[in-house]
Every structure is written in structure tokens, then in C-alpha cells.
């Protein structure tokens, strides 16, 4: 098998249904060859090994470990969904303090043991925040550290396609920004239908408003009606799109989605959230938002939901102030 890199990924989190399907999809889409599996959890992590094992993988060495050490050492990629998983009745900001704190020791292994990570995907959620507090402990370049937002683009695609009984592949350019969570902007002017720009065919007998508005509604909520449906959250789709942008990050196919991405600009500062963005071996680069002026007030408004919680994490005492962020990553100043 020919692989993208030889340098080591390292997945966190393996022991759990994302993190074994995010190895099994690193190895079938041939990242590369040095693979190494971390989980505190040691029998459901030997159990994720010994799978693979069992697949009869050529050419692929993987090791599995509960030793953060060793796990981190040389790790040149990290993918990590090594928080708490989301369960019934739940948003993703009921996550948010533990897997906040599980944010905080993530950033801090990186930091101690492999500085020189070349890129890294924080997964679990709420990612914004997480992904936030990772890049303030782990003292990396904020181009280097992305987190998994295109789930809403992709499940407003999915919804599209199954409104007008197309294919997906009909479905272009489908785009939600902002917040990964229950506050999220749903973008329509940027995505055409078979050929045709959505604005225009929002509001006509073809898609009348109210099921538009319903729609929206039904993407916010993906995550939960595959918990409705499976009884656990989502585990193959995250797995595989972060593969995805890990595998844009060693030099692959661009990545195809928006991404979480950190921003500081005049108008959105000092937070983590999804934006149009390029990855590639370079890091993450991100792409101006435009969209219609109803758009970007549903942008500015999941922006300062994201603020909210930024604010929250910081009262908690798991992040610092912003103004003391450069003295954690002085990429921050």
C-alpha cells in the first residue's frame, strides 16, 4: 500500500466507537504505515487493537498504549475524540465543563511530549470550546490545531437531497458557520440544487419557507435524531470526516468542508468556531464568510453564543483569561 506519510498519527480516544473507526479509516485510506492508539481505558483499547490486528492489515504498524508519554512522543498528527460521549437528552454544551477539563490535559500532553505536532483535530464536543482550550494549553500555532464542524454542512446536504429526492452529489457547496452546537448559522445562498442557486428556490412551491425554517431546524438537530435513532451518539461520519482533514493536512485531497478554525479578527476575536477554511500541509487557512445581511446576524449571534461559553470555561477557572492566553501559547499574544 502506498501512504500519504510515514510520520506517526496518533489516535486519543481509540478505545471508543469514533476512535477505533477513526483508526480502521486511517488505515484503509492509507494515511500511513506508524499508527499508535491511546485510551486510559486499557481491556476496551486491547480490544480496538486486537480488531485490527484481526483485519490482516499489510505493511501497517500499529501500537497501542495507556501511557500518555508514551502515546504523545513523536506523534507528528493527533486526532482526538477522547471525550465524553453525548447521550440521550443532552446537548453539547452539557459537555462542556468535563470534556473542558479533558481539553486542558490534551493541550498539555502536547505540549510536553510532542511540540512539534504538525496538526492536530479536536473532535469531541462542544468542539469550539474544547478545540479552544487544547490550543491555549498545547502552546502550538493556531494554524496547526482544527476541529470537526462539517457535520452540519454535510447533514445539511443530507437533508436537501432527501427533500427533493436527489442525489447528494446534486447538493453543492452546502454550508453552515459558526457554532458546532445548538446555535449554528445554516447558510442557503451558497449551496445550489441540481444546478440552482437554493435562494431562489426557497420561499417557491418547490421549497415553501416554513419547510425551509423546518429544515434548519432538523440540522441543528442531526445529532440528536441519530441518537434517537441508534440510541448513541455519531461515530462513523466524525470518524471519517477527521480522517479527511487529517489526511488534507499530510499533503491529500484538499478537505472538501468547512472547518473550526481559530479566529481573531475585528469583527469575531478570540474564539474557535466554523468558518470557510482550506487545509492542506501547511496547516488550516481560513476563507472570508459572505453571506446574505440575515445570514451573518445568525453568524454574529452563534458567535456570541460561542463567546458565552468561552466566558463560562474562563469562570470555571479550566481557561485562563484572555488577556494571560499568551502566556500559555505565545502564539496567542
Known amino acids: 500500500m502506498k501512504f500519504l506519510t510515514d510520520e506517526k498519527l496518533l489516535i486519543v480516544g481509540a478505545a ?46 500499529i501500537t497501542f498504549t495507556t501511557d500518555a508519554k508514551e502515546a504523545f512522543t513523536g506523534a507528528k498528527y493527533i486526532v482526538s475524540s477522547g471525550g465524553a460521549a453525548r447521550k440521550a437528552g443532552m446537548t453539547r454544551e452539557d459537555l462542556l465543563k468535563g470534556n473542558a477539563q479533558i481539553a486542558e490535559e490534551f493541550g498539555k500532553n502536547v505540549k510536553a511530549y510532542c511540540p512539534d505536532v504538525k496538526f492536530v483535530v479536536v473532535i469531541f464536543n462542544p468542539a469550539d470550546i474544547t478545540g479552544l482550550v487544547t490550543l491555549i494549553y498545547s502552546g502550538i500555532a493556531p494554524d496547526r490545531v482544527a476541529t470537526l464542524a462539517a457535520l452540519d454542512s454535510t447533514r445539511l446536504r443530507s437533508e436537501l437531497a432527501k427533500y427533493f429526492h436527489i442525489s447528494p452529489d446534486k447538493v453543492v457547496n452546502s454550508r453552515t458557520y459558526g457554532g458546532h452546537g445548538e446555535q449554528m448559522a445554516v447558510f442557503a445562498s451558497t449551496t445550489t440544487v441540481d444546478g440552482k442557486p437554493l435562494t431562489e428556490i426557497i420561499g417557491t412551491e418547490a421549497l415553501p419557507a416554513e419547510d425551509w425554517e423546518k429544515m434548519k431546524v432538523d440540522v441543528i438537530q442531526g445529532g440528536k435524531h441519530i441518537i434517537d435513532l441508534r440510541g448513541r451518539s455519531s461515530f462513523q461520519s466524525p470518524a471519517y470526516l477527521s480522517i479527511e482533514m487529517i489526511a488534507a493536512a499530510m499533503g491529500g485531497k484538499p478537505f472538501r468542508w468547512p472547518a473550526g478554525t481559530y479566529i481573531n479578527t475585528p469583527q469575531f476575536g478570540h474564539i474557535m468556531m466554523a468558518m470557510e477554511t482550506t487545509i492542506d500541509a501547511t496547516g488550516i487557512h481560513t476563507v472570508d464568510v459572505k453571506g446574505t445581511p440575515a445570514e451573518m446576524a445568525e453568524l454574529e449571534k452563534s458567535y456570541e453564543h460561542l463567546c458565552a461559553m468561552r466566558d463560562e ?13 499568551s502566556k500559555f501559547n505565545s502564539h496567542l499574544s
Open 313 to 325: 470555561v474562563i469562570d470555571l477557572g479550566i481557561m485562563p483569561p484572555v488577556a494571560d492566553w
Open 16 to 61: 471508543g466507537m469514533i476512535g477505533s473507526n477513526m483508526a480502521q479509516t486511517a488505515i484503509m485510506m492509507g494515511l500511513t504505515p506508524n499508527i499508535t492508539l491511546y485510551d486510559p481505558y486499557g481491556p476496551a483499547l486491547e480490544g480496538v487493537a486486537e480488531e485490527l490486528f484481526h483485519c490482516g492489515f499489510e505493511g501497517v504498524n
